[in-house]
């Protein structure tokens, strides 16, 4: 990619809502990309759901009306409340019917120097294969030191991503033919990362109206077009929502990792030639989340024994 070819840039779609403090540092983290000078850059403000959010989601409108940086900056006030899952669907559509392509960011993500490159770079990159459905910033911790600069997962990321008009095309929130897979013990194990995140519960709350995720049908769209996405060996994007200020923030600290304060200059990045799964960097992530899912349920026991003791009148030490 041509690092001077401002043309090329694909525009960033930023979600924001009532969160203006998390939203500050998104968007300082965002123009300490080099190449935010030469982005489009497109907000997507969502109107408050309850009285109480009103002068959050003010205060949210009035920093970003007043915002400079960037190529060009086009603010999208709802008057109604969409919520998360319509405003990306109807937000990441609008976007790649004009420009085919779309770097998705929400107000919760710091995002380190070189985000933009790296995204841009793999969107010019596999823009003609159909196996590609999505490039992530994100990338879990863990061990991943054999893995090369860049690998393909066969699973979404909703933490700084980027997509094309073609890939997006398949997306729906219906989730279609969700309870045949569910019907199928080896589809359902691969659905759910080889029984290491529980994606078919996700599913399932989503079809109840349980829920309201763009991700799980995003996910399961992608899933089910046998599409991979790409991620980098060390991630670009840290998720600050996970405070549990957000819809869905709650409960992934554990997958968080400080960003370096120092930029991190890349050029001419390995990008894997064949579009195909790196199983050792897929093995990496489904042990990381093996861990992740015994320290959740060792809390929840840990809890519900606390709540048992005090209800019954005895101190616990836990």
């Known amino acids: 990619m041509n690092s001077d070819d401002a043309v090329n840039y694909a525009p960033v779609a930023l979600f924001v809502y009532d969160r203006p403090d998390h939203l500050r540092r998104t968007v300082e983290s965002l123009l300490g990309d080099d190449l935010a000078i030469g982005t489009d850059l497109f907000i997507f403000s969502d109107a408050p759901k309850r009285r109480e959010n009103l002068n959050a989601v003010s205060e949210v409108r009035k920093y970003i009306s ?23 669907a109807d937000g990441v559509t609008s976007i790649v019917n004009e420009y085919e392509t779309v770097i998705v960011l929400e107000d919760d993500l710091l995002i380190r120097s070189g985000f933009l490159y790296f995204m841009n770079s793999a969107l010019e990159k596999y823009e003609s294969e159909s196996r590609a459905y999505q490039i992530s910033g994100y990338m879990y911790p863990g061990n991943y030191a054999a893995a090369s600069e860049a690998f393909f997962l066969p699973m979404t990321s909703c933490w700084g991503w980027a997509t094309w008009k073609r890939a997006w095309n398949s997306f729906n929130l219906n989730l279609d033919g969700f309870d045949e897979l569910k019907k199928d013990a080896n589809l359902s194990n691969k659905f759910n990362l080889q029984g290491s995140y529980d994606y078919i519960g996700m599913a399932e709350q989503q079809k109840a ?19 991979l996405v790409l991620y980098p060996r060390s991630s670009f994007v840290q998720n600050i929502g996970v405070d549990s200020s957000g819809t869905h ?12 304060k120092t930029k991190r200059f890349i050029d001419n990045i390995q990008f894997p030639i064949n579009v195909s799964v790196d199983w050792s960097a897929f093995n990496e992530v489904v042990r990381i ?10 809390n929840l026991f840990f809890m519900f024994i606390s709540r048992l003791y005090k209800s019954v009148g005895f101190k616990s030490s836990i």
């Open 209 to 227: 109206g349980k829920i309201s995720s763009w991700g799980i049908c995003w996910y399961y769209n992608v899933f089910m077009k046998d599409g």
């Open 249 to 260: 923030g709650g409960g992934h600290s554990t997958l968080q990792n400080e960003l370096p």
């Open 289 to 298: 989340l093996n861990i992740m899912a015994k320290k959740r349920h060792r």
């Open 66 to 88: 007043q915002l400079t940086g960037f190529r060009s900056i086009k603010i999208i006030l709802r008057d109604q409340n969409y919520g998360l899952a319509r405003s990306i």
